[in-house]
């Protein structure tokens, strides 16, 4: 998890769902001067936010059109692009604003490569417009990874308010709103909800997923009361809100580009980049990868909600896996023995606490607690916590305990025309984590003699 690096995707200026804070905040603030709005609306709350991973049927999936006879993913996604864009200024200069950009193609790939097909089949599959299955390009450059200032995460930007109203599971082991799968489920939810409040306007609908359901009533009511027009185009609205829905048709009207005029995308094969296998119970990520036989890099990438070295103990009881790893990785999970499985509880110290009286109570040894959590002596403090091994195969997992990187640390001096996809190609590396292990920012180009420091041959 990136808690070091700033969020800069590479088409948005602004912390995205910022609506919570704000609408929420302006509701409390109603109830405590005495008004009426006590809690938010209904409305805003998809009927089915409870769940981690939504399987509410709303229409007939369209998978089984033609579409998915294509080739190239964006091809897929170009034949079923509906919207409307109108030849307006703030669309054209959201079009020339992506157009310049030189590494959006270089950033955007391999991260499209692991996670748009999923996004394409949930959309599809839902009958929503396929034009949200591009939404995470404006909103985190497709990197569930990402964190803004204002710490909104994960691909589709949840705050944290946000995701609590909603449901989301937020806790030590998982954070939903970095899960590729339960973040997508629930950001679908939530914009087939706006767009019923808002009359079936699909673009007061992302307006107010961007600024708020109730900033954006507020300004329809408006302009009603004033007479005037109330759609989209018309409304007085944050400036970032007013860029938002631009920024997105021009990723649309981009990929409908004739080629050398639109967006200079590789292709990606429209299949599925992952697979999601039982675990059989709470599993260290790094054995998973071992029994895959894939880098824990590549593991991570797919499981970027684990927060840990190992799934919650309550989890969902799956993991993803690369695709082409899936039926080495299900049949290797379901032959391990229980002897090689490291069960972890996690257990926040209360005031009266000791090392013997824990150790009783978990029937461990105090030594096992002291080398597992690396503690000097035997002092504790409360409201610190602890990892607790609950079976004998925990030596064999200590190297796992780290959720910091393995591999040879290498130094490596950047060199004139160097730039982050070809040092990635170089060393066998994935672009997201060199910029995670040096915490640089997307948007800034690297320069000549600046240290990078790189972890090679990771298993």
Known sequence: MRHG?????????????????????????????????????????????????????????RAAAPFVTEQDLWRRIEKQLSFPIPDNERVQNARSALSKQRRFAELITPRAERYLYHLVVEVERRGLPIELALLPLIESSLDPFAYSYQRAAGLWQFMPATADY???????????????????????????????EFDQDWFLALAAYNAGMYRVRRSVRKNNNKGLAADYWALSLPRETRRYVP???????????????????PP????????????????????????????????????????RWATAPQGSGEILVPIYRAAEARQALA?????????????????????????????????????????????????????????????????????????VERNYRVRSGDSLYKIAQRFDLDVDDIITWNQLDPRRYLQPGQSLTLYLGES
């Open 166 to 196: 909603l449901g989301m599971r937020r806790d030590w082991w998982f954070d939903a709103r970095l899960d590729v799968r339960a973040s997508t489920a629930y950001a679908l939810d939530l914009l087939h909800s706006l767009y019923e």
């Open 247 to 265: 920024r997105l048709l021009a990723v649309a009207s981009l990929l409908k580009a004739p080629s050398g005029e639109g967006l200079d995308l």
């Open 335 to 407: 032959a391990l023995p229980a002897s090689e499985r490291v069960t972890w509880e996690h257990y926040r110290i209360r005031s009266g606490d000791s090392l013997i009286r824990i150790a009783k109570r978990f029937d461990t040894q105090v030594g096992l607690l002291r080398e597992v959590n690396n503690l000097r002596g035997y002092l504790i403090r409360a409201c610190d916590t602890l990892m607790i091994p609950n079976n004998a195969a925990w030596r064999a997992s200590l190297a796992m305990a780290d959720a910091g990187t393995t591999g």
């Open 5 to 61: 690096l700033a969020f800069s995707p590479l088409l948005a200026e602004r912390a995205p769902l910022w609506w919570v804070r704000r609408s929420h905040l302006m509701l409390l603030l109603t109830a405590m001067l005495g008004g009426c709005a006590t809690a938010p609306d209904e409305t805003t709350k998809p009927q089915n936010a409870a769940t981690e991973v939504s399987d509410t049927p709303l229409t007939e999936a």
């Open 268 to 307: 990606i094969p429209n299949r599925p980049a992952f697979a999601a296998i039982p675990t059989g119970g709470q599993i260290e990520l790094l054995r998973v990868a071992k029994l895959s036989g894939v880098r824990q890099a590549e593991q991570r990438q797919f499981n970027p909600g684990e927060l």
